[in-house]
C-alpha cells in the first residue's frame, strides 16, 4: 500500500525530559521519524518539552512546541493546528500515553484526528495488565501466572496450582515492602500473612517466580497488510529479575538453539499481529533455561529503549521504517537504506556480536543502594560492536568510562576467597566483574552458575578473558599472544600492565609488527549483499573495509553514554558540529558508542565509527582515516579527555588548542590567566591531602566548595561547614586515584549567572546571559535558569560580556566556550571557564534562533564572526522568557539523597517559554510534573539558619490560604511571627509523624532544607526519600519554592497559557 | 593444526583445522543463520557443498541429537570463525569438534568468514580444496578443476522406503531427494500416513499405492542432472495427484513441465530471505538453501503461474500449476533452521487432499 495521501499534516509527540528509563533513545526515534515524514512532503507539527533534543530543532519539524506535555496543552494546539493525523508511538511511553488520553476521551474523533500506527485497541490491549492477559490466553500465549489474593488459604492454593517458588508483591505498600520470593509453603504463609497485614487494602499479588529464566527479546515490525519481520534478538546476560535496562545484553542471542529461537520468534510474530500493531513493537520473554517452557513478560507496542539498540545492532532503522509504516507504506515498498538494492522486508543477520552495558549514576548517588532489581537505574547504555564476546565485552567495559579497561576491578584484589563467593550472590552492578573475580580465584564455573544463575556460556566467556589475563601476566609477549589478546579486546594499556612493560613499548612492537585494527562494515546481511552506508568497528581479522577516501576529513568525537552531568545536549552539539562540517565540504567522520544517540545513526555523519571513546582506540581510527583534524570541543568531558593524546599522535585539535583547554582547568594557569584580564574569583588552594585541604579552608575560612579537577557535572562536589565534613570530601574523592590536585574555594553566595559564547579569536557572540533562580551552590544543571536574565543589573551585565571577551581571547579560545559568574555583593567573580560546548547550548540555540553549534564550526574552520550576519558581542534579547527546569530521577534511585548542592543530580530538563516571566515558569515547573494548585497542604522542615529567610516564605504561601505543617521549633518560630502552622511529630517520636504525614498524600509539595552533612541517617534523608517515594515533590532550596510561588502567584491557570512555536520565537 | 582453504581462482584462505583431518574439495557456499548450525550441517541439500557459515560464533549451543535434519553431515567441510569453547543449552549432548570427528567431516575454525563471503558474493560460487599442505599446489588446482557436485541425489536418497502411520486415512508419498527430517514430521504432525521412497522409485511404483498427495523433497545438486526423477515427475504431474514440491522438488517439477532452470551467482542459503506471496501481497520471511533457480521467462503461462516471488532479486519463489492440484515452492516452508512462517503450505496441500488436521 502506497503512502495515504490524505495525511499532510501530523502531530508528532516526543517523550520530554530525559529520565531513568527514558532516554536519548527517544530523541533519535523522533528525530528519525520527523525526518522522514518531512521527506515525505508532510507537515510536522512537534510537541516535546525537551530543549536538549534534535527533534525539537528548527529544521527537523515545521512547527515546534517545547511546551508541557499535558493534555491541556496539546488539546491547544490540536486546536490551533488541526493537523489531520497524530504520530504516538516514537515518543516512548510519555508520548504514547498522552495519545492515548487524548484518544481515549474522544478528542481526536472531535477534531478529525486520525491515531497513526497501531489503533487504540491494539495499544489499549499490550499496555492495560487484564487485557493484554486476556488477549494472551486468547491465542494461548503463556503470560507469567499470578492472582490477587485477600487470604493466606487462597495464597496457599493458587502457589499449589503453579508450582513454588512464587513472588508475593503486597498491593499498596511502598517500595514493594512485605514480599519475598518463598521457596515452601510454610515460607509462603509467613510472608503472605506479613504482606496481608502491611497491605492498606489487604491484598497481595501471588506470581510465579521465574527469576533466573533467561530473558530474551525480540523486536518485530509489522505493516499494515500484516507482514512481519523480526529485526534482532536480544539476549540479557543478567537472567530474569533484573531489569533489562540494567542488564548486560548481548544481540543475537547466543545460548539458544534454532528450536527455542524459533519458538519465540513465532510466539512474537502471533502477539504483534493479534495486537494488530502497525510499526515496531518490542516483545519481552522469560524461557525456562531447562526446558522450553516460556512466558510473555511484556510488550511495548512502540519503538522502545531496546528498538534503538536493536537499530544500532543491526544497522536496520526501525524507527524510520515505523513512520513510514504509519503513513501507509508497507515494508515490501521501503528500500534498505544500507544496501540500496534491497526492501526494508527482510530480517538483517549479523556477523558480528553485540554487547550493551548499562551506564549506572552511583557515584553520584553515594547513599543509593546498588542493588539491581525490576526497577531500573540506569541513565544510559554503552554497545560495542566485535567479532567475538570477549573483545565485546571489553570494548564496552572501557566504553563506560568508570576508569576501567578490563574485567578487573580493583576493589575486589583485597577481598578474600570467601568474600568474593559471598559477594556473587549481590546482584548489582558489580556482578559480572565479580564473576571474573571469581573465576580467578578459581571458583568453577557450574559453582558461579549455580549461586548466579548466569548461563555458563556467559560465565565461560568471562573465563576466557581471564585466562588471557593470566597468559599475559606469566608469559613473555610474542607475536602470538599479542595476536591473540588484541582478538580479545584488550588495550596495549591492559597487555603492558599485565606484562609488566610499559605501554609503549606494547604500542612499539605492535605497530612494528604491523597487528593493527581493520574496520568491518555492519551492514544488515553478513556481506551477502554490497552494503553503502559505512557504519564500522574494528576487529582484528584481516582485511581493513574502511578506506582512506583521500577527501579532506575531520573527525568528531562523540560524548559517550547518557550519564548525568553529560546528557543529551552534548550529543546535539556533535550531530550540529557534523551537520555544519558537511555543509563546508569537509567529509565527517564520528566516533560514539551510544546506541540511544541520533550521532551514531548512520546516515548522520559520513562516517561512523561505532568504538570505544579511548586514546588507543582513536588512534586506530586516525591510522585508518588519517582525518585533517578533530574536533573535542562538542562532545562533553569524555572528548575533551582525548584532546592530548590526539595531540600527541599528530592530529590537528581544531578550535581551542590542548594547551589552552588545559590551561581552563589547570588551577594555577587559570589563576594566572584570570589575574592577567584582572578578573576576580574566590580565593582558593590547591590539595592533595586531608591535612592540606583543611590547612588552604581555615586559611579562607568556612564555608569552601571542595572538587576533584576535571569533572563533569560537579562529581564530588561538596560544600565543607567544618572540618569534620572537608575531611569527609576528601577522602571520598581521594578513594579513586587522583592525577590531578583537588581544588578547595572560598564559596561566594551570590546570584549565579552563565554564558555560552563563541570566540574567533578576536570578537566574541554572546547569544544571551542566562540567570539561575537558585543560588550559588546548587550545580547550574540543577538550577532553573532563566533567559534573559530578570534583574541583573547594566553594569553587572556590561561586565560578563567584558570579561566574556577578555577571558576567551586570554585562553585563546577558537570556538565555543561557557563560562560561570557569581556576582556577590556588587561583586562579579567567574567561578568556571569551560572551552567546550555546554549543557545550555541546545536550549540557548533555541530560543535565540542562533544556530550556535554552526558558528562555532565555522569558526573553528577559519571564518570570522564580524563576516557574519549575527554580529559581535551580546546578541539582541528575546521578547520571550525562556525557563529551563531539572527534571530528576530519584524515585528509580532507592535511597538517594534528593538535596540540591554542588553535585549535579538531575536527568533531564524541561523548558518554558512564554512572553511573562511567572508564565514561563509556571510552564516549566508543570513540565517538569510539580504540582501548581494554588491551594493545599505543605510541610515545612528547614535547617536553623534557614528560618528568617523560610518565614517571608512561608509568609506568601500562607497569604495564599494554604495550610502549613511543621515540626516543632519550626512551627513555634512560625507561630511567633504570626503564621497559623499545624506540629506534626518529628520521625523519632512514633505515630503521626511527618513520614505519615508525607504518606498521607495530603501534602502539595515538601520544603526541607538539608542540614550539613552527606549521612543518610539523618531525619531530613527519610523525610526527602519519604517525599519522593510517595511522588510528592521536595523542594531543598528556598529559591526554587519562591520561583513555585511566583508562578502561581497571580493564580494563572494551565487553560490561560498561550502555547508557542518556537519556531516563531 | 593449520589448514587451508584453496580456491578456484586461487585465493587462499587460512585458519586452524576441526573435525577430521582428511582433505577434501567442495563447492563453497555460505550460510548466513545466526542458530542452527546442527539443521544446517546435517541438511543433505548441502551434499557435495562445504559451507562457510557468517555468524562467527559456532557451537554455542553444542550438538542436539534431536535437532538433525537426517542422519548426518552431508557437507563436506565446514569453515567457521570461531568454534565455541563453552557450549550451553539444557538439551546439549555433545559438541561440534567431536560430532565433526564422527561424522567424519573436516572443516577449519579461525577463519575470516565475512572477507571470504565477499569474495563468494563478488565471484560467485567457487570451487575450493581443504588442505594442510600447500606445497603441491599443482594437483590441488587439478583437484579443484576435477570436482563436481555431480549426482548427489542419488548419494542422499535412501535405499529403500518406509512408512509412517501407516493407519492412517490419508496417506502421502514423500519422494526422497535428500529430504529433511522436518518435511516428514511437518506432515505427520498433521495427523497423515507418509511413506518415504528412494528417489528413483518409478512412478508407476509410487501411483500403485495409491496415495492421495505426494511431495517432491528438497535435495541437493543441479536439477538438469536428475534425469530419472524429471521423467517420474511427469508421470506424477499427469497422474492428477496432488503434489507439493519442495526446492529441489520445486525445480524438478518445473523441468518436468519443460522449464528452465539456471545457477545463481551465489545462492539463497539463510533464514531470512523475503518472499512475497502474490496472492495476498504478504511477504514472508523464509528458510532458504538453493543454489539454481526455475528462470520465470521459460515458465508457460498456459501451465501454471508464478505464486512467489524473492522480494531481494525478484527470483520465483513458488509456482502454481494450472487446471492441476500441483505448487511448489524454492523455499523451505519446513523450516529447520529458519523461520517458521510458511508453514501454513503444509496445511494448504492437506486441505487440498481433503485431509483435516
Given amino acids: 500500500m502506497p503512502k495515504n495521501k490524505d495525511i499532510k499534516k501530523v502531530l508528532v509527540i516526543g517523550s520530554g525530559p530525559i529520565i531513568i528509563g527514558q532516554a536519548a533513545e527517544f530523541d533519535y526515534a523522533g528525530t528519525q521519524a520527523c525526518r522522514e515524514l518531512k521527506k515525505e ?95 494472551m490466553e486468547s491465542i494461548n500465549e503463556p503470560c507469567i501466572a499470578s492472582k490477587v489474593v485477600n487470604s493466606v488459604e487462597d495464597a496457599l492454593a493458587f502457589a499449589e496450582q503453579i508450582k513454588l517458588p512464587v513472588i508475593v508483591r503486597p498491593a499498596y505498600t511502598l517500595g514493594g515492602t512485605g514480599g519475598g520470593i518463598a521457596y515452601s509453603m510454610e515460607e509462603l504463609e509467613e510472608i503472605c500473612s506479613s504482606g496481608l497485614r502491611l497491605s492498606r487494602v489487604h491484598q497481595v499479588l501471588i506470581e510465579k517466580c521465574i527469576a533466573g529464566w533467561k530473558e530474551i527479546e525480540y523486536e518485530v515490525m509489522r505493516d499494515s497488510k500484516g507482514t512481519c519481520i523480526t529485526i534482532c534478538n536480544m539476549e540479557n546476560i543478567d537472567p530474569v529479575g533484573v531489569h533489562t535496562g540494567d542488564s548486560i545484553v548481548v544481540a543475537p542471542s547466543q545460548t539458544l538453539s534454532d528450536k527455542e529461537y524459533q519458538m519465540l ?69 521501503i528500500i534498505n537504506q544500507v544496501t540500496g538494492k534491497t526492501y526494508a522486508c527482510f530480517e538483517p543477520v549479523l556477523d558480528y556480536v553485540v554487547v550493551k552495558i548499562p551506564k549506572w549514576p552511583f557515584k553520584k548517588f553515594l547513599t543509593a543502594s546498588r542493588d539491581l532489581g525490576t526497577q531500573m537505574k540506569a541513565t544510559g547504555e554503552v554497545m560495542a560492536i566485535a567479532p567475538n564476546l570477549e573483545m565485546g565485552i571489553m570494548k564496552g567495559v572501557r566504553s563506560l568510562e568508570e576508569n576501567l579497561d578490563s574485567l578487573i576491578y580493583p576493589k575486589f584484589k583485597d577481598y578474600t576467597d570467601e568474600e568474593v563467593e559471598e559477594k556473587l550472590h549481590k546482584i548489582d552492578n558489580e556482578r559480572f566483574f565479580c564473576i571474573a573475580e571469581a573465576l580467578r580465584r578459581g571458583i568453577s564455573i557450574d559453582k558461579i552458575h549455580e549461586i548466579t544463575t548466569v548461563d555458563k556460556f556467559f560465565i565461560g566467556i568471562a573465563l576466557k578473558i581471564v585466562r588471557m589475563e593470566k597468559e599475559l601476566a606469566t608469559k613473555k609477549l610474542n607475536l602470538e599472544l599479542l595476536r591473540r589478546a588484541k582478538e580479545y579486546g584488550f588495550t596495549d594499556k591492559v597487555i603492558a600492565s599485565l606484562n609488566g612493560m610499559t605501554e609503549e613499548e ?124 578533530a574536533i573535542v570541543q562538542f562532545g562533553g568531558q569524555t572528548a575533551i579527555k582525548l584532546t592530548e593524546s590526539l595531540d600527541k599522535i599528530g592530529v590537528k585539535i581544531l578550535g581551542t588548542s590542548a594547551v589552552d583547554m588545559d590551561r581552563a582547568e589547570d588551577r594555577e594557569e587559570f589563576d594566572k590567566a584570570l589575574t592577567n584580564c584582572g578578573i576576580l574569583r574566590p580565593k582558593g588552594g590547591t590539595i592533595y591531602t586531608v591535612e592540606e585541604a583543611k590547612a588552604v579552608a581555615n586559611r579562607l575560612g568556612y564555608p569552601v566548595l571542595v572538587r576533584p579537577s576535571y569533572v563533569l557535572g560537579g562529581q564530588g562536589m561538596a560544600i565543607a561547614y567544618d572540618d569534620k565534613e572537608i575531611e569527609e570530601y576528601v577522602n571520598e574523592i581521594n578513594t579513586v586515584a587522583q592525577e590531578h590536585p583537588i581544588l578547595v574555594d572560598k564559596y561566594v553566595m551570590g546570584r549565579e549567572v552563565e554564558v555560552d559564547a563563541i570566540c574567533d579569536g578576536e570578537d566574541i557572540l554572546i547569544p544571551g ?176 539558619k534557614d528560618k528568617e529567610e523560610m518565614l517571608e516564605v512561608a509568609q506568601k504561601f500562607d497569604k495564599k490560604g494554604f495550610k502549613i505543617f511543621a515540626t516543632k521549633g519550626t512551627a513555634k518560630f512560625l507561630e511567633e511571627n504570626g503564621i497559623k502552622a499545624k506540629v506534626v511529630e518529628k520521625i523519632w517520636e512514633g505515630k503521626d509523624s511527618i513520614l505519615d504525614l508525607i504518606q498521607s498524600g495530603k501534602l502539595n509539595f515538601v520544603i526541607n532544607t538539608p542540614t550539613k552533612g552527606k549521612q543518610s541517617g539523618r531525619d531530613g534523608f527519610k523525610i526527602r526519600r519519604m517525599a519522593v517515594e510517595c511522588k510528592i515533590p521536595c523542594f531543598t532550596s528556598l529559591d526554587t519554592v519562591n520561583a513555585l510561588y511566583a508562578a502561581i502567584e497571580d493564580e494563572t491557570k494551565e487553560e490561560d497559557l498561550e502555547v508557542v512555536d518556537i519556531t516563531e520565537v | 593444526m593449520k589448514g587451508y582453504l584453496v580456491l578456484e581462482n586461487g585465493q587462499i584462505f587460512d585458519g586452524e583445522r576441526i573435525g577430521s583431518k582428511i582433505d577434501t574439495a567442495c563447492e563453497v557456499v555460505f550460510n548466513t543463520g545466526m542458530a542452527g548450525y546442527i539443521e ?129 486415512k490419508i496417506q502421502i508419498a514423500l519422494l526422497d531427494y535428500g529430504y529433511k527430517k522436518n518435511i516428514l514430521k511437518s506432515l505427520l504432525s498433521r495427523g497423515v500416513g507418509v511413506t518415504v521412497y528412494p528417489a528413483l522409485t518409478s512412478a508407476q511404483e509410487i501411483l500403485k499405492s495409491k496415495p492421495n498427495g505426494i511431495m517432491l523433497s528438497n535435495g541437493p545438486g543441479d536439477p538438469e542432472d ?132
Fill in chain 2, 40 to 168: 544446517t550441517f546435517t541438511d543433505p541439500s548441502y551434499a557435495g557443498q562445504g559451507i562457510v557459515m557468517t555468524y562467527p560464533l559456532i557451537g554455542n549451543y553444542g550438538i542436539i541429537k534431536n535437532d538433525v535434519e537426517s542422519s548426518k553431515i552431508w557437507a563436506k567441510s565446514i569453515f567457521i570463525h570461531e568454534l565455541a569453547e563453552f557450549e550451553s543449552n539444557f538439551r546439549t549432548e555433545g559438541n561440534l569438534e567431536s560430532f565433526l570427528e564422527e561424522n567424519n567431516i573436516p572443516g577449519l575454525k579461525n577463519v575470516n568468514t565475512r572477507m571470504l563471503t565477499k569474495v563468494l558474493r563478488n565471484s560467485g560460487t567457487m570451487r575450493g580444496y581443504l588442505t594442510s599442505n600447500l606445497s603441491n599446489m599443482k594437483e590441488i588446482e587439478n583437484k579443484i578443476k576435477a570436482y563436481k557436485v555431480g549426482k548427489v541425489v542419488e548419494e542422499v536418497t535412501c535405499s529403500q522406503k518406509e512408512s509412517f502411520n501407516e493407519d492412517r
Fill in chain 1, 769 to 944: 546571559i542566562m540567570q539561575h533562580l537558585e543560588r550559588a551552590g546548587v550545580h547550574s544543571g540543577d538550577s532553573i535558569s532563566v533567559y534573559p536574565t530578570q534583574n541583573v543589573e547594566p553594569e553587572h551585565e556590561k561586565t560578563i560580556i567584558e570579561y566574556t571577551k577578555k577571558i576567551a581571547k586570554e585562553l585563546n579560545v577558537l570556538g565555543i566556550l561557557n563560562i560561570q559568574f557569581i556576582i556577590s555583593e556588587g561583586k562579579v567573580y567567574i567561578i568556571e571557564v569551560n572551552p567546550r560546548s555546554s549543557r545550555t547550548v541546545p536550549y540557548i540555540s533555541k530560543v535565540t534562533n542562533l544556530p550556535m553549534i554552526e558558528i562555532a564550526t565555522n569558526v573553528i574552520l577559519g571564518e570570522k564572526l564580524k563576516d557574519m550576519p549575527y554580529g559581535t558581542g551580546l546578541y539582541r534579547k528575546s521578547d520571550y522568557v525562556c525557563v529551563k527546569m531539572p527534571v530528576f530521577s530519584f524515585e528509580k534511585i532507592k535511597n538517594a539523597d534528593t538535596s540540591l548542592g554542588p553535585e549535579m543530580k538531575s536527568t533531564g530538563e524541561v523548558l518554558g517559554v512564554s512572553k511573562k516571566y511567572h508564565e514561563a515558569v509556571l510552564k516549566a515547573f508543570i513540565a517538569s510534573g510539580a504540582n501548581v494548585s494554588t491551594r493545599g497542604n505543605i510541610l515545612i522542615t528547614v535547617r536553623d
Fill in chain 1, 41 to 135: 512532503g508532510i507537515e510536522v507539527i512537534l510537541l516535546n518539552s525537551n530543549p536538549a533534543t534534535i527533534m525539537t530543532d528548527k529544521n527537523m519539524a515545521d512547527k515546534i512546541y517545547l511546551e508541557p506535555l499535558t493534555v491541556e496543552t496539546a488539546k491547544k494546539i490540536i486546536k490551533k493546528e488541526r493537523p489531520d493525523s497524530i504520530l504516538p508511538n516514537l515518543g516512548g511511553q510519555t508520548g504514547l500515553n498522552l495519545a492515548m488520553e487524548l484518544a481515549e476521551s474522544g478528542f481526536l474523533d472531535e477534531y478529525n484526528v486520525k491515531l497513526l500506527g497501531t489503533g487504540k485497541e491494539g495499544i489499549k490491549n499490550a499496555e492495560d495488565r487484564q487485557a493484554f492477559k486476556d488477549m
Fill in chain 2, 226 to 357: 536428475c534425469e530419472v526423477e524429471i521423467e517420474n515427475v511427469k508421470k506424477l504431474y499427469n497422474s492428477d495427484v496432488a503434489i507439493f514440491g519442495i526446492c529441489l522438488g520445486h525445480q524438478l517439477m518445473a523441468l518436468a513441465n519443460g522449464f528452465k532452470t539456471a545457477k545463481l551467482k551465489f545462492g539463497h542459503r539463510g533464514p531470512n530471505h523475503p518472499v512475497k506471496d502474490l496472492k495476498n501481497g504478504k511477504v514472508y520471511i523464509t528458510s532458504q538453501n538453493h543454489g539454481y533457480y526455475v528462470i520465470e521467462d521459460s515458465i508457460d503461462e498456459n501451465k501454471a503461474e508464478v505464486s512467489h516471488i524473492n522480494l531481494n532479486d525478484q527470483t520465483v519463489e513458488g509456482i502454481s500449476y494450472k487446471n492441476k492440484k500441483v505448487f511448489t515452492v524454492q523455499f523451505h516452508p519446513e523450516a529447520c533452521p529458519g523461520p517458521q512462517d510458511t508453514a501454513y503450505l503444509f496445511d494448504k496441500f492437506i486441505d487440498m487432499i481433503g485431509g483435516n488436521k
Fill in chain 1, 265 to 333: 520468534r513465532t510466539s512474537a510474530i502471533k502477539i504483534i499481529s493479534a495486537l494488530k500493531i502497525e510499526g515496531g513493537c518490542n516483545v519481552q520473554f522469560a524461557l525456562n533455561p531447562n526446558s522450553f517452557e516460556y512466558a510473555v513478560i511484556e510488550v511495548n507496542p512502540r519503538v522502545s529503549r531496546s528498538s534503538a539498540l536493536a537499530s544500532k545492532a543491526t544497522g536496520y532503522p526501525i524507527a524510520k521504517v515505523a513512520a513510514k509504516i504509519a503513513i501507509g507504506y508497507t515494508l515490501d515498498e
Fill in chain 1, 506 to 629: 606494547v604500542h612499539k612492537f605492535r605497530k612494528e609488527n604491523k597487528i593493527t585494527a581493520n574496520y568491518k562494515m555492519v551492514d544488515t546481511c553478513a556481506a551477502e549483499f554490497e552494503a553503502q552506508t559505512p557504519y564500522y568497528y574494528s576487529s582484528y581479522d584481516d582485511e581493513n573495509e574502511a578506506k582512506d577516501s583521500g577527501k579532506k576529513k575531520i573527525m568528531v568525537l562523540g560524548s559517550g553514554p547518557i550519564r548525568i552531568g553529560q546528557g543529551i545536549e552534548f550529543d546535539y552539539c556533535s550531530v550540529h558540529g557534523v551537520w555544519a562540517l558537511k555543509k563546508k565540504g569537509y567529509e565527517t567522520i564520528i566516533v560514539n558508542n551510544n546506541p540511544e544517540t541520533v550521532s551514531t545513526d548512520f546516515d548522520i555523519a559520513d562516517k561512523l565509527y561505532f568504538e570505544p571513546l579511548t586514546p588507543e582506540d582513536v588512534e586506530s581510527i586516525v591510522d585508518t582515516e588519517k582525518p585533517y583534524g
